[in-house]
């Protein structure tokens, strides 16, 4: 069997994972008093915004330990089961080196491992990639090799409120923070090899739409036969112009729909909201 191994920072919480047949490993969260928390499980994405809002010092968040990925590697290995990690965007976190080095501590050689080269939306995408190409009867060589060529037309792309929060938290240069961050405008965002870039910007919230739009056909636009993900942090309704412009202009089957998580949300604050698709041009055997 293929265990599909994740972070928290795919943003898929504990019951989807169940019905995916996905297992995900919690990032944490410590909050200015010292309470740490696992990102996903100990409290609810809505109960962390409501606490973010009145924070006077940014939480921080960090990786799992090595032990944990351990443990899952030979509980596997004992089973005669193989594992595929995925995980968030090395430029971001040291969580997949983390996972790579408890293979090593494990001494286990049924782990394959993908860096995803993104964050949340994106690499949720990826997880149920694999998901569908697991349930498909693929092995986990097939899998992997098909994950390395759909990041490579997979586009994550979003709005922020306020660029503070992935400046403070060190996601995001400073000089790109100051850049964003004019009265009245609001910052695009895209995932760039790895890495946050500003895209764009836009004024107030009509602007950012149709900035949104066009970066999604200027990415190559949506393929029709991968359903894309669109995720919000506080306040679904933001989401509704980007869902009548999917299916009402494009023509397209209902978007999944998600709430941005804890460890992600630290980082881009309150109101951000954003799309993630894989491109037209993604071919797969």
Do not use: W
């Not at 586009?155 to 240069?173: E, F, N, Q």
């Amino acid at each position: 069997m293929i265990r599909i191994l994740t972070d928290s920072a795919c943003d898929i919480l504990p019951a989807e994972a169940q019905q995916l047949g996905v297992t995900v490993i919690p990032l944490n969260v410590t909050l200015e008093d010292g309470t740490v928390l696992r990102d996903g499980i100990d409290m609810t994405p809505s109960e962390y915004y409501t606490h973010l809002a009145s924070c006077r010092k940014l939480p921080t968040t960090s990786q799992p330990s090595p032990e944990q990925f351990e443990r899952l590697y030979l509980d596997a290995a004992a089973a005669g089961d193989e594992v595929l990690g995925i995980f968030l965007s090395d430029a971001l976190s040291g969580t997949g080196q983390c996972a790579r080095l408890a293979a090593d501590l494990a001494n286990v050689d049924n782990v394959v491992f993908v860096n995803t080269e993104n964050v949340c939306l994106g690499q949720s995408l990826l997880v149920r990639l694999a998901v569908q190409l697991r349930d498909a009867g693929k092995t986990i060589t097939q899998i992997a090799a098909d994950l390395e060529k759909a990041k490579q037309h997979l586009h994550l792309v979003a709005a922020v409120d306020d660029l503070k929060y992935l400046r403070k938290g060190g996601r995001l240069s400073a000089a790109a923070a100051v850049a964003g961050g004019m009265l009245g405008i609001k910052p695009i965002l895209a995932v760039m090899e790895g890495k946050v870039v500003l895209a764009g910007k836009a004024r107030g919230l009509p602007g950012v739409y149709v900035a949104l739009f066009k970066k999604i056909d200027e990415m190559g636009g949506i393929h029709p036969g991968y359903t894309p993900l669109l995720g919000y942090t506080v306040n679904p309704r933001e989401l509704h112009p980007l869902l009548t412009y999917l299916q009402d202009n494009l023509h397209l089957d209902a978007p999944l729909v998600r709430q941005i998580g804890c460890v992600i949300g630290t980082h881009t604050g309150p109101g951000a909201f954003g799309i993630a698709f894989f491109d037209k041009e993604l071919t797969l055997e």
